[in-house]
């Protein structure tokens, strides 16, 4: 697979080392190992990305990148990753977890009449914050080790494929 269409997929190294957020990182977005593109890597930033798409918080990006450089993962496919979480897609993704939270936490849904006040807000977040981060949770590291292990299976399929291909044609 995935090493050319990945490559394809992936931004340029300047554009990310040239982002306006990432920069702060300074010296350590020089790293080479957060450039190159294997099977180890690719599945490291499939976890990272996946993990960080689930995270409810602003800048996720960052916080992506923070992770890419720390397991020393394929920084730009960390960072792409994490745009799975979009406002089309984020509505039903927090409401899945919401849902699952409260499944594993045993509480009923509570669906409350919208109202646009603090008291409302502040009665909303604290009955339905446990069981939506919870959610948030357990499907960031669901998605982050089955992303991890599709990744390296796939790699390790191509690879074979390849292989084989070539010992058929000799």
């Known amino acids: 697979m995935p090493k050319k269409t990945l490559k394809r997929l992936m931004p340029d190294p300047g554009t990310i080392k040239n982002h306006k957020y990432l920069s702060m990182l300074g010296h350590r977005l020089h790293d080479n190992n957060l450039w190159h593109l ?9 976890a990272v990305g996946l993990f960080c798409a689930w ?9 992506a990148a923070v992770l890419a450089m720390s397991f020393r993962v394929n920084l730009p496919l960390s960072v792409v990753l994490v745009w799975l979480t979009n406002p089309l897609t984020m509505p039903p993704m927090f409401y899945f977890a919401y849902r699952l939270g409260s499944f594993l936490l045993n509480k009923p849904h509570h669906y ?10 502040s009665s909303a977040m604290t009955t339905a914050a446990p069981p939506f981060l919870l959610g948030c949770l357990v499907l960031g590291l669901v998605s982050s080790a089955t992303g991890y ?12 494929r390849r292989w084989k291909l070539r010992r058929r044609s000799r």
């Open 38 to 46: 294997n099977r180890h890597s690719a599945a490291g930033a499939f």
């Open 55 to 63: 995270l409810p918080i602003p800048f996720q990006m960052v916080v």
């Open 112 to 121: 409350q009449h919208f109202e646009m006040s603090l008291s409302w807000l």
């Open 149 to 160: 292990m599709v990744i390296h299976a796939m790699w390790r399929w191509s690879v074979s």
